[in-house]
């Protein structure tokens, strides 16, 4: 079984920045290791899920969605089996529920959360204008 664990969300104005943090852990996640996608995905109320960055561990590639290109930038230091998503210039469209995911033997290619094995909890992100 994998653990991941986010953290870093909160609430700010229009215009400010935040960083979101993932750790994972559990036996598992060292099998999968080097041949997973690793991803964040947010759901808004009302709204349907979708995915927001996502990183192949084995080449440290990464894939954005059209609406945060330029502005979140994700990141990862093995050494503390952490995924960071820096998340600048927000919107008060990017409020919502923040969740990271990994889906094992993926390159990333697409974000489909129907293909991800393992969820954390989530932390919010609320953007006031």
């Known amino acids: 079984q994998v653990q991941l664990v986010e953290s870093g969300g909160g609430s700010v104005q229009a215009g400010g920045s935040l960083r979101l943090s993932c750790v994972a852990s559990?036996?598992?996640?060292?099998?999968?290791?080097?041949?997973?996608?690793m991803a964040w995905f947010r759901q808004a109320p009302g709204k349907e899920r979708e995915g927001v960055a996502g990183?192949?561990?084995?080449?440290?590639?990464?894939t954005y969605a059209a609406f945060v290109k330029g502005r979140f930038t994700l990141s990862q230091d093995n050494n503390k089996n952490t995924l960071y998503l820096q998340m600048n210039n927000l919107k008060p469209e990017d409020t919502a529920m923040y969740y990271c995911?990994?889906?094992?033997?993926?390159?990333?290619?697409?974000?489909?959360?129907?293909?991800?094995?393992?969820w954390g909890q989530g932390t919010q992100v609320t953007v006031s204008s």
């Open positions: 995911a990994a889906e094992r033997n993926s390159r990333c290619n697409t974000l489909n959360d129907r293909n991800f094995d393992f």
């Open positions: 559990g036996y598992a996640y060292n099998g999968i290791y080097n041949r997973a996608c």
């Open positions: 990183i192949y561990l084995g080449d440290g590639k990464t």
